[in-house]
């Protein structure tokens, strides 16, 4: 890591027993815009969240400029396999927008350009950013403490076959990364409520990311036309 990177212990503190804030927007979505996201991100803080996720090199960069807290950065490229962050090529446009943290894929699959998540690692502490691996099992998790990700999120929990489908939030995972990894663990995926996300925090998560609870208005309309229409 070079001088300039942040350090881990820094952010962690200012994210403990916080909310992360993930402030994204599906293909084809009226919220996908920019401008758009960037007001999100300005509600979540003055809603009084510790940091902001995010998704693609230009709405890093808008965040980062509108916002005074640490901005998580990803970009999702593609629908299928490893799509959060797959390549350094990706990892690296999201530092150079302005992201403190790297959110990345690190599941046990294959990249699309063939590197591995230990060379993920190297190249955004070499950038002078951290990295949060999305996992979806313990395993994984482990594997990702042990590859040097300075946060282990359990984002892809119930999205990769192999880990548990569910609507609740996977705090089993929380709770067995937490007892095995020295890592902050980040609880990340399907919290809806603000108890879920109190849960995830007792079940030992150092920081809790939402996303559609609060960001995702098409998502939430269609939960309750969905229940309305039986
Ligand atoms: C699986 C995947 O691609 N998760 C993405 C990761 O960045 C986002 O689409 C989620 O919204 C985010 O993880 C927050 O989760 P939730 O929206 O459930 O609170």
């Not at 530092?95 to 990345?104: H, L, W």
Request: with cysteine.
């Amino acid at each position: 890591m070079t001088s300039s990177a942040p350090q881990p212990s820094g952010l962690a503190a200012l994210l403990k027993g916080r909310l992360i804030v993930s402030c994204q927007a599906p293909p084809g979505d009226p919220m996908r815009h920019t401008g758009t996201l960037v007001r999100m991100a300005r509600a979540a803080q003055a809603g009084g969240a510790a940091a902001v996720r995010v998704n693609g090199p230009e709405v890093v960069a808008a965040a980062a400029a509108a916002v005074d807290l640490p901005v998580i950065g990803l970009w999702k490229d593609g629908g299928t396999g490893v799509y959060i962050t797959p390549s350094v090529r990706h990892a690296l446009a999201v530092v150079e927008a302005g992201a403190v943290v790297v959110a990345a894929d690190a599941t046990a699959r294959p990249r699309p350009d063939g590197s591995t998540f230990t060379e993920l690692v190297a190249a955004v502490h070499e950038a002078g950013a951290l990295v949060m691996a999305d996992v979806s099992t313990l395993g994984e998790g482990r594997e990702a403490a042990a590859q040097g990700a300075d946060f282990v999120s359990t984002t892809l929990s119930g999205y990769v076959p192999g880990s548990p489908r569910q609507t609740a939030p996977d705090l089993r995972l929380v709770t067995e990364l937490a007892a095995s990894v020295r890592t902050p663990v980040i609880a990340e995926g399907r919290i809806a409520t603000p108890a879920q996300a109190a849960d995830a925090l007792a079940a030992g998560a150092l920081s809790v990311v939402v996303g559609t609870a609060i960001t995702a208005p098409t998502a939430l309309t269609r939960r309750f036309v969905d229940e309305l229409a039986g």
